[in-house]
């Protein structure tokens, strides 16, 4: 093995390397896949922390392990558990049902889409528990669509805008992969994984066309990382990793939140933003826990419950001031939810090729990613290994219209069969949207999500030719027979960034428009889908918003310069505390004190700010 100069001497010390600003993988045990919580912090409902987060997924763990590193008070609220891999996580996929949200959700429209665990996740960690791991970036022309195609929505911040924060994030995961040729070309920070044969089935089908295939990217570790191990090829990904080698925020950011004093404080369902009709700002969250309903007080509330759960918050969050919902008063809240198309086509080879044998994400394309007009269609779609199990095989194989017989045919052949899958990028259209269903109520008495959803022409165009160019290539590899499944993944939008407030729900800084301490932190921002798996698009939106609202802390205006004094020295104290191994009296207690809390939350001039209210430049 040759190894040249820096390059090589990073990648040999790749395991030991820390990223900057997150010791999340070495924080984790080394003998116990849970996370350590014993000395996770604990604060009163009453103590007015300086944010409360909706949801510990891809975006809220972000934010709030970047600002509890700024020293802001975090406690993060989170319906689901706090994940154990080694307790609660099996290698099977019948018994993964509980790390799905499969609560009751109700579906509409021309083209309506199965909602469940094809798209969102519950507990700690988020959908990105059971993701698979892809974790390509966006390309620079995602965010200029309506500019560049006349389709979609222009962003109203440029791909240069998150460079930073994805280059952060790609070593946080980390991720692992080829050199990328497409959008903006970049390396990534461990080296591609070794590949099964399938997969290279499927690269010399693609080759055979002229289509380019490369290797991940995926944030899987390849060689040990911290105290999390390498990645051991089972094939489990969608089940939660066991190891702790796929990356998911329940161990690439929470450790390192916890340790900076944000408290997760799960099975508690947040039911309402809570706000001061007098001056519009929010005050905290009211949510039920253990069958009682309980008040977090809070200076900023930030929403990152995924693309349904958070317009459905917004939505049941009525009041005098806000009778349509939070965010809705030009009725934007729910709308242009996006799914990508996302058909899956396998094909069946003469030799055993056992799909499960590796991680699903193997190799990918993003050649058909941009607008060609000699297509007949706007944007474009990626290319993608997915390798389902035994039951999704058995799922495909009846979607293709095999009962019986046939399907127990096709079920004995599994470990002949590779699939491979597609993103098609479908566009963003007002009338698909979230809403409150009416008369249908969960078990806390809340209207359930209904979502509605119809493709238009593009779309349809955009899936067919995708599904075409997989055909071709597993025929050009040789494949026997083929099967093909029509499906949707990856929801996104429903409260969109803009640059006003009749188009969008929040501004180019997270922020609901004209409530100025409420912001939103998810997928659910997102104006557009590309055809690039989103999680890691996610995680660098939340990175970018917590530089926001630190830039705007230190930049010397008024309110800044009061609550960055007040930080300040929060930080010093703790780094006292930290110094002489006693918590500092006005840091939350760890294993749920709560006498020092309350002396401190009670002593005036703590909150010189109203009602909870964060002055506008202090938030975005
Ligand atoms: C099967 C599958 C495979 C996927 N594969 C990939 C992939 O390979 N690559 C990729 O980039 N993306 C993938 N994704 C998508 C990716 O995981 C999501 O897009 C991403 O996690 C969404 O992030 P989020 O922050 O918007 O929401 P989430 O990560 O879903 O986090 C939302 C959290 O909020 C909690 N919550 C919601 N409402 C409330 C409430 N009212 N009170 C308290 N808590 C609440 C939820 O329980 C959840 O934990 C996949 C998704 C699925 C389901
Ligand atoms: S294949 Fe690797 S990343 Fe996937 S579940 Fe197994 S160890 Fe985890």
């Known amino acids: 093995m040759k190894l040249g100069g820096a390059y090589g001497l990073r990648t040999l010390a790749r395991g030991a390397l820390r990223p900057p600003g997150n010791d999340s993988a070495f924080l984790l045990d080394v003998h116990r896949r849970a996370v350590p919580t014993e000395r996770m912090a604990r604060y009163d409902d009453h103590y007015p922390v300086d944010l409360v987060i909706v949801g510990a997924g891809a975006g809220g763990a972000t934010l709030a392990q970047r600002l509890a590193r700024r020293g802001w008070k975090v406690v993060v609220l989170e319906v689901g558990p706090f994940w154990d891999p080694d307790e609660d996580w099996v290698s099977d996929e019948a018994g993964s049902h509980d790390l799905y949200w499969t609560d009751q959700r109700v579906v509409g429209g021309k083209d309506p889409v199965e909602l469940g665990k094809n798209n969102s996740g519950r507990g700690v960690g988020g959908s990105m528990v059971h993701y698979a791991g892809y974790c390509p970036r966006f390309h620079p022309s995602d965010f200029e669509t309506r500019s560049r195609d006349g389709v979609g929505q222009d962003w109203p911040i440029a791909y240069g805008e998150l460079k930073r924060h994805y280059e952060l994030l790609e070593l946080e995961l980390p991720v692992a992969g080829d050199y990328w040729p497409w959008g903006d070309p970049h390396r990534y920070p461990h080296t591609a994984h070794p590949v099964a044969g399938g997969a290279e089935l499927a690269w010399a089908g693609a080759l055979e066309l002229g289509i380019e295939m490369r290797v991940g990217p995926v944030g899987i570790t390849n060689g040990s990382f911290g105290n999390r191990p390498h990645c051991i090829y089972r094939g489990f990904c969608l089940q939660g990793c066991k190891v702790n080698a796929k990356a998911s925020p329940l161990v690439t950011h929470v450790p390192d939140a916890i340790a900076h004093g944000v408290e997760i404080r799960t099975d508690c369902m947040v039911t309402r933003v809570e706000v001061d009709d007098s001056s519009g700002a929010v005050t905290g969250v009211r949510y039920i826990s253990g069958g009682s309903e309980r008040l977090q007080r809070a200076d900023a509330v930030a929403v990152a419950g995924y693309s349904i759960e958070t317009p459905r918050l917004l939505l049941n969050s009525t009041s005098r001031r806000f009778p349509q919902g939070l965010g809705n008063s030009s009725d934007q809240v729910g709308r242009c939810v996006m ?54 095989w058995a799922e495909h194989v009846m979607a293709d219209g095999h009962w019986g017989q046939a399907l127990r045919e096709y079920a004995r052949d599994y470990n002949h069969w590779y699939t491979l899958g597609a993103l098609s990028e479908l566009l963003s259209l007002t009338d698909n949207r979230v809403m409150l269903a009416s008369g249908v109520n969960d078990q806390n008495g809340i209207p359930v999500a209904r979502m509605d959803y119809s493709q238009c022409e593009n779309d349809r165009k955009n899936i067919a030719f995708a599904k075409r160019t997989l055909r071709e290539i597993l025929e050009a590899a040789g494949a026997q027979d083929i099967l093909t499944i029509d499906r949707y993944a990856h929801l996104v939008g429903g409260c969109r960034m803009g640059t006003d407030p009749e188009h969008s729900v929040v501004g180019p800084d997270h922020r609901v428009w004209g409530i100025p301490n409420l912001l939103i932190a998810d997928g659910s921002v997102m104006p557009t889908q590309g055809s690039a798996n989103p999680a890691i698009t996610i995680m660098a939106l939340a990175s970018r918003l917590a530089d926001k609202l630190e830039r705007k802390l230190l930049d010397g205006r008024a309110g800044g310069r009061r609550l960055s004094a007040r930080r300040r020295e929060a930080s010093r104290d703790e780094n006292r505390g930290r110094a002489s191994g006693v918590r500092p009296r006005s840091s939350p207690t760890p294993g749920g004190g709560e006498s020092a809390l309350r002396r401190d939350h009670t002593s005036a001039g703590r909150r010189s700010h109203a009602a909870g209210q964060l002055p506008d430049d202090q938030v975005g």
Do not use: H, N
Request: charged letters at 20%; proline letters at 15%; a negative charge.
């Open 339 to 392: 799914v990508q198309g996302a058909p899956q086509v396998a094909g069946r080879f003469p030799e055993e090729v056992r799909m499960y044998k590796a991680p699903p994400p193997e190799i990918s394309s993003e050649q058909f990613y941009e607008t060609d007009p000699a297509r007949g269609f706007a944007r474009g779609f990626s290319i993608q290994t997915v390798g389902p199990l035994p039951i999704g």
